[in-house]
Structure formats: C-alpha cells, structure tokens
C-alpha cells in the first residue's frame, strides 16, 4: 500500500515536471513580462486602457483625452519599401500617436528604428493635400533590457533640439523618443527598497514610497509572480488589471496555442535578423580585405614608380586605375 502510495506521488511529479517542461515560457515560474507576447497579453489592445494610461502617466506623459489602440502593423508608405510591425500602437483623442517597444537584445539598428518609427507615425498622420502643421504628436516609448545610453538616468526624453550648447531652443515638439534602461533601475536604491518592502510584506512602508517606478517594477522580467501580487494588494487599478490578463493566459489552453504559434514565428524571425547580421559581417570582411589588398597595390605601385617604370607597365602588373598611379 506505502510502495503504490509513493508510485503514485513520483508520477504525479514526473507528470508535472513534463507538464511545466513542456511549457516552458508559460508557467508561472517561467513567464517572460518582457517578452512581446506577455507584453501584448497587459498591455495592447482596446481591453487594457487602464494600464496603457496608467504606464503613460507614470513617464510623464499627459493624455487629456481618451486612448485608442490601433493595428500594431503599419504598412509601408510605398508599395516595395519597409512597413513596421509595433509592440504597442496607441492614438488619443488629443492628437497624439504613441508606441510602446519593449526590447530585450540591443541590435545594430536600434536608434535607427526609434527615430524611424517616429518618423513614419507623423507622415502618416498627414493625409494628401493637407498641410504638414496638422501632422500629429509621435511619441516613441523604448523600455529596454539593456544599457546604451552614457547618461546616467534610467528615463532619457529626446527632442529635436538646437546642437548649439549655448542657445536652448526646440525646432518642434512634435517627436519625442523617451528610453528606459531596465539595468539602470535595477541599481536605484528606491527601486530595491520597494522589491524589499514587498517581499517581506511591508506594505506600509510601501506604500510610503510607491511611485513612478511601481509600473516599472511590475514590467520588469525579475520581478516573480508572487512580488507582483504583493504589487497589486497596493491598490493600483491599471497594475491590478494587467495582473488579472496575466493570470487569465495562464489558465487558457488556447492563449498557450497562441504563444505556441508566436514562439516559432520568434524563432523564424531570430534566424532571419542572424542571417543578415552574417550577411553584414561577411560584406565587411570582404569590404576590410579589398581595402588591404588595394593598399598593398598603391604600396607596389609607388615602388615601381619610384624605380622609373612607366605608368602603363605598373598599371598592367597591378591593375590600378592609371589615374590612381599618376597621383603617387
């Protein structure tokens, strides 16, 4: 009877072990908050207004009117140029147009897409025949799992602004880039006096601190499941409702098909980006040694040259551009 009653236990262990191996990414072990699927389940669409108002809030930005989510996929302007696929895609009712990236990796191309995911929500917002002054306000918001700015700040806002140091003058308010490095507010002393406020359930002492940095710290793929219940006992709506979808995915069979489908399109597009990261690396091998083989025929050339060979002969026996040679 002990030995079955133990049989029993192991398999049930062994089936739960299968269980959360099998999915790996969607237990409450094992969830990423700063992966683009959970960040889509807390925080995109027309259902989690709350908590997109209440993340813009907490970085500062006023939205006087309602919120509106749009189709995270933005077609090319041009048939045959490059279209934008957004974690988050909002518009307000107070002329603004925002998106929301989280990132987990640093690529080559990063600022780039910044600027031009700001870019193309302006231009957008324009229809033909009107003038650009009705272009609306693109804010762009970038929370990332990594450090690449030199200031120390975690929360950095960008403008255009006049390069001369001496005069302090915007050209237009209508771009603003906000980054947040998730590092840097790892290390704010703040930051990891509320994680321990939370984890030994003080939640007077919480309370006495919580700020701008609470959204943040319930993003913030470290923080466990069970803090981010702690989190939403303080009382926030948003947070408690972003932890309300966190919860229902995780008891949903067809939500885990979804991330299931996600995850090999994820891996599809990590193959694509490390192909052209290899293609990039190999064109600029090749591009390094043409530049070192060129050298070393200007450096042929000038000794032919200087021994009295003809411009002709020399350009013959190291197939340079005569032109070239004339200049030695």
């Given at each position: 009877?002990?030995?079955?009653?133990i049989?029993?236990?192991?398999?049930?262990?062994?089936?739960?072990?299968?269980?959360?191996?099998?999915?790996e990414?969607?237990?409450?072990?094992?969830?990423?908050?700063?992966?683009?699927?959970?960040?889509?389940?807390?925080?995109?669409?027309?259902?989690?207004?709350t908590?997109?108002?209440?993340?813009?809030?907490?970085?500062?930005?006023?939205?006087?009117?309602?919120?509106?989510?749009?189709?995270?996929?933005?077609?090319?302007?041009?048939?045959?140029?490059?279209?934008?696929?957004?974690?988050?895609?909002?518009?307000?009712?107070?002329?603004?147009?925002?998106?929301?990236?989280?990132?987990?990796?640093?690529?080559?191309?990063?600022?780039?897409?910044?600027?031009?995911?700001?870019?193309?929500?302006?231009?957008s917002?324009?229809?033909?025949?009107?003038?650009?002054?009705?272009?609306?306000?693109?804010?762009?918001?970038?929370?990332?799992?990594?450090?690449?700015?030199?200031?120390?700040?975690?929360?950095?806002?960008?403008?255009?602004?006049?390069?001369?140091?001496?005069?302090?003058e915007?050209l237009?308010?209508?771009?603003?880039?906000?980054?947040?490095?998730?590092?840097?507010?790892?290390?704010?002393?703040?930051?990891?006096?509320?994680?321990?406020?939370l984890?030994?359930?003080?939640?007077?002492?919480?309370?006495?601190?919580?700020?701008?940095?609470?959204?943040?710290?319930?993003?913030?793929?470290?923080?466990?499941?069970?803090?981010?219940?702690?989190?939403?006992?303080?009382?926030?709506?948003?947070?408690?409702?972003?932890?309300?979808?966190?919860?229902?995915?995780?008891?949903?069979e067809?939500?885990?098909?979804?991330?299931?489908?996600?995850?090999?399109?994820?891996?599809?597009?990590?193959?694509?980006?490390?192909?052209?990261?290899?293609?990039?690396?190999?064109?600029?091998?090749?591009?390094?040694?043409?530049?070192?083989?060129?050298?070393?025929?200007?450096?042929?050339?000038?000794?032919?040259?200087?021994?009295?060979?003809?411009?002709?002969?020399?350009?013959?026996?190291?197939?340079?551009?005569?032109?070239i040679?004339?200049?030695?």
């Open positions: 009877m002990k030995e079955n009653l049989k029993s236990q192991n398999k049930n262990e062994n089936n739960s072990k299968k269980e959360n191996y099998s999915k990414g969607f237990t409450v072990d094992t969830y990423n908050s700063m992966e683009d699927f959970w960040f889509s389940v807390y925080m995109v669409g027309e259902d989690n207004k908590q997109q108002r209440g993340l813009l809030e907490t970085l500062g930005i006023d939205i006087e009117g309602n919120i509106i989510s749009v189709d995270t996929k933005m077609p090319p302007d041009i048939e045959g140029k490059k279209g934008s696929f957004f974690d988050c895609h909002l518009k307000t009712t107070c002329d603004k147009k925002i998106i929301i990236e989280v990132q987990q990796n640093r690529t080559s191309d990063f600022e780039a897409r910044l600027l031009t995911y700001g870019s193309k929500m302006i231009t917002s324009i229809q033909k025949g009107e003038n650009y002054d009705k272009a609306k306000k693109a804010i762009v918001i970038a929370i990332c799992d990594f450090k690449f700015l030199k200031s120390p700040l975690y929360h950095n806002i960008f403008t255009i602004n006049n390069k001369n140091l001496n005069i302090h915007e237009t308010d209508k771009i603003e880039i906000h980054t947040l490095e998730m590092p840097k507010v790892r290390q704010l002393p703040l930051y990891n006096k509320m994680k321990k406020y984890k030994t359930k003080n939640h007077k002492k919480y309370m006495s601190m919580s700020n701008e940095l609470e959204y943040l710290l319930f993003i913030d793929n470290e923080t466990s499941h069970e803090m981010r219940k702690e989190i939403v006992k303080m009382g926030n709506e948003g947070i408690g409702e972003a932890f309300k979808k966190i919860e229902e995915a995780l008891q949903d067809d939500t885990y098909d979804i991330y299931m489908t996600y995850k090999i399109k994820e891996m599809e597009q990590k193959n694509i980006m490390h192909e052209r990261e290899k293609i990039k690396e190999e064109k600029g091998i090749k591009k390094g040694m043409e530049k070192g083989m060129e050298k070393e025929k200007i450096e042929i050339a000038t000794i032919l040259k200087n021994d009295g060979h003809s411009i002709e002969y020399i350009a013959k026996t190291t197939k340079l551009n005569p032109k040679i004339e200049k030695l």
